[in-house]
């Protein structure tokens, strides 16, 4: 601060306390010609800072401020948890939790071969959720490869058997072709709402390296190279929670449950492809909400 005045000395210019305002324009103004001269901070003093009077930039926590301020922050939360001063006294609510166990057996088609378009399928799935050749090793999860057909939804009935009867042939549509959406399931895990997924639908079982393929169709469709069919289990595990005077768990303690055994990310990861002859088209991948 100057002496005797309301100035500040910023480095490259000087600012006015009593008329918050710069006293000379930024000597970098031609950086930023869209604005004026005496601008402070981009007119965004709340993101940006301008601790020199020159150009301004955003506003950052150093790396040692950063660590201090998370792990206060955690300190607290913990702390609330633990006493339950938040989550414990006041929810008097307490339930137990009931799990039944189903077993399903599957009868699928099995396939000795399948033809090139689905197998660039299977190996660009893996591309987009970034694990490529790690992945295809585990054998714990199912592919699960949907084949449907939402244009042949306008066909006539003549059309669409036609146009059905000839997939076997690896004649995939001319005009209208098939939509493809792959994921992937956890063997033998809580399958949550996807149980509908495999009733009343055609399915076909194929065994890419060490990865398990089913692929699942409600078109009256058939792949070339079945030879025979195969049994797969599922073990469908339904978890509820019941009210209980004695109960073990309140409710936030379910929600942390919940949340906790949601499937991974990539289970829930779909991608979309338009199957048009043998011209095959990426349209999209998106992550269900469940």
């Given at each position: 601060m100057q002496n005797k005045s309301c100035t500040y000395n910023f480095g490259a210019r000087y600012y006015d306390s009593d008329a918050s305002i710069w006293l000379s324009v930024d000597p970098m103004s031609n950086e930023?010609?869209?604005?004026?001269p005496y601008n402070y901070t981009s007119l965004n003093p709340v993101m940006r800072v301008d601790p020199t009077g020159a150009l301004d930039n955003e506003w950052e926590l150093n790396k040692k401020t950063a660590i201090v301020i998370k792990t206060i922050f955690f300190l607290i939360l913990t702390l609330l948890i633990s006493t339950k001063h938040v989550l414990g006294q006041i929810d008097t609510n307490k339930?137990?939790?009931i799990v039944s166990t189903d077993t399903t057996k599957l009868h699928v088609n099995n396939l000795k071969t399948i033809d090139y378009p689905f197998e660039v399928i299977i190996k660009h799935h893996f591309k987009k959720i970034k694990r490529d050749k790690w992945f295809l090793q585990k054998k714990e999860?199912?592919?699960i490869i949907v084949v449907d057909d939402f244009i042949g939804d306008y066909l006539s009935e003549v059309e669409k058997r036609n146009k059905y009867q000839k997939f076997i042939l690896n004649d995939y549509g001319i005009n209208s072709g098939y939509d493809i959406s792959c994921r992937m399931i956890k063997k033998n895990s809580v399958l949550l709402s996807r149980e509908n997924l495999f009733i009343g639908k055609k399915l076909f079982y194929y065994k890419y390296k060490t990865l398990d393929v089913i692929f699942i169709s409600n078109l009256d469709i058939d792949f070339f190279g079945i030879t025979g069919t195969k049994t797969?289990?599922?073990?469908?595990?339904?978890?509820k929670y019941e009210f209980s005077k004695n109960g073990k768990y309140n409710s936030n303690e379910i929600l942390h449950r919940t949340f906790k055994n949601q499937p991974k990310k990539y289970e829930n990861v779909i991608t979309?492809?338009?199957l048009l002859n043998h011209a095959l088209y990426f349209i999209e991948y998106n992550t269900l909400i469940e």
């Open positions: 930023r010609p869209n604005l004026s339930f137990n939790l999860h199912f592919l797969i289990e599922f073990i469908y595990k339904n978890k979309n492809y338009k």
